[in-house]
């Protein structure tokens, strides 16, 4: 999936980006094709356009651009780091309900 104008004005509202700085455009691009990998890597692949399973799996991309984007100066101090647990559910949830191919069967 592109990074189109939708998908970008989409992720600046989730993200609450008012107004990207000089950089940031590729920034955000680089970001949001690192989810969409991640979401791959993870066997979880795009869904149709308009199912709730789309909804779902945007909303995953949505939350790993916007932890990449806070994250993107910050160091981690101490070993208290802990993880979105309604965004490890739904993960665990689109990798059990991935269609199987017909190859697969």
Do not use: W
Request: negative net charge.
């Amino acid at each position: 999936m592109a990074l189109d104008e939708t998908v970008k004005a989409r992720l600046m509202a989730y993200c609450r980006i008012d107004a990207l700085e000089e950089g940031e455009d590729t920034l955000l691009e680089g970001l949001y094709q690192a989810a969409v990998n991640y979401m791959a890597d993870a066997g979880i692949g795009e869904p149709q356009e308009g199912t709730p399973r789309r909804a779902q799996y945007d909303l995953c991309v949505n939350h790993l651009v916007l932890d990449g984007y806070d994250r993107r100066g910050a160091t981690v101090s101490g070993s208290a780091l802990e993880d979105n647990p309604v965004f490890r559910r739904m993960i665990v949830q689109l990798k059990l309900t991935e269609p199987v191919s017909e190859s697969d069967t």
